[in-house]
C-alpha cells in the first residue's frame, strides 16, 4: 500500500486524509467542492477541528496530501462523504453511489475499496456491490470491499483516528482482513474483524443507544415539568445506584450521526424498531419544548429582547448539521413578539442564515439568555458582565453549562425545579 484515494474532505474525510499522510503514505483527497481543494492545496482548513490545520499545513507542504476534484489510480480508495436523511427519514445514499461511480474509472483489480460513511444495513451489498459489477469488476475477486465506520468525537477527532479501535466488516473474508490491515498501519487501538452488514449495524447501533437514552433524560424533563419535580435532581440521585448511569437531557439532538443514525435502522425494520422510532420522536419534539418555557419565561413582557447563544449541535467546534439549536432559533424568530439576537463565536457568518452578533451586542439589553450550546465561552461567562450588559439578567440555559450566579441574576436550567415553578401556566 504506497497511495490512497480519499474520497470525501469532510469532517471526517479530511482528518482521515490528513492522518495517513503524516504516517508517510501518498494521498489524493477528492471533493467536488472547489474552494475546498483549493484551499487544501494551499494548506488551509475550511472545518474546525482541534490540531487539523497545523497537520494539514505540514502535509501538504511535504507533498505527501494533494487535493483535486477527481480520483487518481491507487492502491486504495476510501470513500467518506454524507448520507444525510430524505424528507421521509429515509437514508439518501446518492453520495455514496455517486462517490463509488466516480472511482470506477479508476480501479484496478486487486484495489481495496472501503466505505467509511455510515450506512443503512446492507448497502454495501445491496448498493455498492452492484455499482463494481455493473462496471466490469467482481466485487468478491476483483477487488476487496469493505465497511469501516468512523466513531470519533469532534474535538478530538485526530487523536481518537488512532487510540479508538475500529471495526471493519468485509464483503469477503479476504476483504476483510485486507481492509483491516489498511488501518493497522495507523491504528493503536484494537481492529475488530466482522462482515460487512454487522460492521454497518455496529455503527448505527452505537448511536442509537445513545439517542434512545438521551430521549429518556429528554421524557424525564417533560415529566418533571408537569409533577414539579427537579428532573437534575432525579438524575443526580438516579445515578448513584451502581447500575444507573441517566443521561442529561437538553434542547434536542443533533449531529451527522446521532440524529440521522436510527433512521436507517428504522427505514429498514419499521415495525421491529419501535422504541427507537419513539426516541428519535421525543427527541426532535424538545424545540418546541424550550420555545414553549422561552415564551413562558417572557410572557409578561411586550417585546423581550432574547440573546440566543450557541448553533452548533455540541460545544466546541463549528459544527451546525442537524443543529437543534437552528430549529429553536428558526421557530423563536418567527414569533414577531421577539427580538432575537444570536451570537455563536465558532460559526462563521456563511454557514446560517441568520445575522450573527458579538457577545456585547448580543447582550446588550438583552431580557433573557437562552443557551442551546455548551461552548467554553459560555461556561465560562462572568456573572458581573452579563448582568451589567443585560436589561433583566435571566439565562435559561438548557445544556446546563453556565457557572453564573449574583443577586440581580436568575440562572434557570432545563428540568430545574425553580425553573418549572417559575414559568408554571
Given at each position: ?81 454524507p448520507t444525510p436523511i430524505h424528507d421521509n427519514c429515509t437514508a439518501n445514499v446518492d453520495y455514496v453511489e455517486n462517490a463509488t461511480r466516480a472511482i470506477i474509472p479508476y480501479l484496478k483489480k486487486g484495489n481495496i475499496i472501503i466505505v467509511e460513511s455510515t450506512i443503512p444495513p446492507r448497502t454495501i451489498s445491496d448498493v455498492v456491490a452492484p ?137 429498514k425494520a419499521q415495525e421491529e424498531a419501535l422504541l427507537i422510532k419513539l426516541s428519535r420522536d421525543i427527541n426532535n419534539s424538545m424545540p418546541d419544548f424550550v420555545v414553549n418555557q422561552v415564551n413562558r419565561l417572557t410572557i409578561e413582557l411586550c417585546e423581550p429582547k432574547i440573546a440566543v447563544f450557541g448553533l452548533t449541535y455540541k460545544g466546541n ?109
Open positions: 500500500m504506497k497511495k490512497i484515494c480519499v474520497v470525501g474532505l469532510g469532517y471526517i474525510g479530511l482528518p482521515t486524509a490528513a492522518v495517513f499522510a503524516r504516517a508517510g503514505y501518498d494521498i489524493v483527497g477528492v471533493d467536488v467542492n472547489q474552494q475546498v481543494v483549493d484551499k487544501l492545496n494551499n494548506g488551509e482548513v475550511v472545518i474546525e477541528e482541534v490540531g487539523l490545520p497545523e497537520v494539514v499545513k505540514q502535509v501538504v507542504a511535504d507533498g505527501k496530501l494533494i487535493a483535486s476534484t477527481t480520483p487518481e489510480e491507487a492502491d486504495v480508495f476510501i470513500i467518506s462523504v455499482i463494481i459489477q455493473e462496471n466490469g469488476f467482481d466485487p468478491e475477486q476483483d477487488v476487496h470491499l469493505a465497511h469501516c465506520p468512523e466513531r470519533v468525537l469532534p474535538g478530538r477527532i485526530l487523536i481518537e483516528l488512532i487510540e479508538n479501535t475500529r471495526i471493519v466488516g468485509g464483503l469477503t473474508p479476504t476483504a476483510t482482513k485486507k481492509a483491516a490491515d489498511v488501518y493497522r498501519a495507523i491504528v493503536t487501538g484494537d481492529i475488530m474483524e466482522t462482515e460487512a452488514v454487522t460492521a454497518e449495524m455496529s455503527k448505527l447501533m452505537e448511536n442509537t443507544f445513545r439517542d434512545v437514552n438521551i430521549a429518556l433524560a429528554n421524557e424525564l424533563v417533560k415529566i418533571s415539568a408537569k409533577l414539579n419535580v427537579d428532573a437534575h435532581k432525579v438524575i443526580e440521585l438516579a445515578n448513584r445506584h451502581p447500575r444507573v448511569n441517566l443521561h442529561q437531557p437538553g434542547p434536542g439532538v443533533g449531529g451527522h450521526c446521532l440524529a440521522v443514525d436510527p433512521y436507517f435502522i428504522v427505514e467546534i463549528d459544527d451546525v448539521r442537524e443543529s437543534p439549536a437552528l430549529e429553536i432559533v428558526e421557530k423563536l424568530r418567527s414569533n414577531s413578539r421577539f427580538d432575537i439576537r444570536v451570537h455563536d463565536p465558532h460559526v462563521r457568518q456563511e454557514q446560517v442564515n441568520m445575522p450573527l452578533l458579538s457577545f456585547e451586542d448580543a447582550l446588550k439589553g438583552a431580557n433573557l439568555i437562552v443557551i442551546l450550546t455548551d461552548h467554553n465561552e459560555f461556561k465560562e461567562m462572568n456573572s458581573d458582565e452579563v448582568t451589567s450588559l443585560m436589561s433583566t439578567p435571566v439565562v435559561f440555559d438548557t445544556k446546563n453549562c453556565a457557572q453564573l450566579d449574583g443577586e440581580k441574576l436568575v440562572h434557570y436550567r432545563i428540568g430545574d425545579l425553580t425553573n418549572l415553578r417559575a414559568i408554571q401556566e
